[in-house]
Structures are given as structure tokens and as C-alpha cells.
């Protein structure tokens, strides 16, 4: 299976403000089965939008690289689950 060329974010933490490393992504709320529907979001020219589902403010750092957030953690990274098949 190919890998997502746009990062996934979530904020199972709960803070307000997430920094990241990219204007275009998909924010899922939490990490599964407590996400909310996945939705893309494009900065545009702007440094910072707000997810119409859970409210969490992402700020684009240009200092981030694409797969890193501050805090920590909140990029999310899909596992197999248990008992599936290797790919």
C-alpha cells in the first residue's frame, strides 16, 4: 500500500494550538475510533486555520519538518492491526 502523500494530525492531547510543519493536511480530531470525520485543510496564503470539527488552531512553522508537530505526537502514523497480514 502506498503511503499518504498528506500528513494526518490529531490532537488526542487536547491543547488548542498545534504547530506544524506543512499548510496542507488532513486533521482527524483523535486518533481512531474517537476521530472525527477526516478533513483537508489548506492553509492557502495564510499561516494558520482553525478545523471546523474539533476547533484545534494549526499554525505553520516553517522551522517543522512536514512529519513533526510541537507538541509531539500529533502527527498521526496508521499501525496494522493486530493479527493483520504484512504487507
Request: overall charge negative.
Amino acid at each position: 500500500m502506498a503511503e499518504s502523500l498528506v500528513p494526518h494530525f490529531v490532537n488526542d492531547i487536547g491543547v488548542g494550538r498545534i504547530k506544524i510543519g506543512v499548510k496542507e493536511f488532513q486533521c482527524m480530531g483523535a486518533s481512531p475510533p474517537q476521530d472525527h470525520p477526516h478533513v483537508y485543510l489548506d492553509m492557502g496564503s495564510d499561516n494558520e486555520i482553525v478545523c471546523p470539527y474539533c476547533s484545534t488552531l494549526y499554525v505553520y512553522d516553517v522551522a517543522l519538518a512536514p512529519a513533526e508537530s510541537d507538541p509531539k505526537g500529533c502527527v498521526y502514523v496508521a499501525t496494522a492491526p493486530a493479527g493483520a497480514p504484512a504487507a
